[in-house]
Nanobody, 123 residues
Framework: QVQLVESGGGLVQAGESLRLSCLAS????????MGWFRQVPGKEREFVAR????????FYADSVKGRFTISRDNAKNTVYLQMNSLKPEDTAVYYC????????????????WGQGTQVTVSS
């Protein structure tokens, strides 16, 4: 079992930056793929970024490529999402996800989820 706790959300203005963190419990973090998704009310949860176990393989949604960076620190059981040049359309609840396999672009490819952290970007 893996428990995930996100932090770092908040209210910022367009063009500013935020860094989200996700702390994972358990001893399986280093063997898990990690990902970030986001969701706005009335819409499906959408893929943002994912990172492989070693941190080398990284994948991004086209909408965030070049602005967001996913990273992980296996010694701290933590995955990060650095978000730069934020836009109002980035406003959403951001969720951390973990999977003992590879994860993927779909929500049904992830075994564990955090409770989410709100990010609001004002124009």
């Amino acid at each position: 079992q893996v428990q995930l706790v996100e932090s770092g959300g908040g209210l910022v203005q367009a063009g500013e930056s935020l860094r989200l963190s996700c702390l994972a419990s358990g001893r399986t973090f280093s063997s898990s793929a990690m990902g970030w998704f986001r969701q706005v009310p009335g819409k499906e949860r959408e893929f943002v970024a994912r990172i492989g176990r070693s941190g080398v393989a990284r994948f991004y949604a086209d909408s965030v490529k070049g602005r967001f960076t996913i990273s992980r620190d296996n010694a701290k059981n933590t995955v990060y999402l650095q978000m730069n040049s934020l836009k109002p359309e980035d406003t959403a609840v951001y969720y951390c996800a973990a999977d003992p396999a590879l994860g993927g672009y779909g929500v049904n490819q992830w075994a564990y989820w955090g409770q989410g952290t709100q990010v609001t970007v004002s124009s």
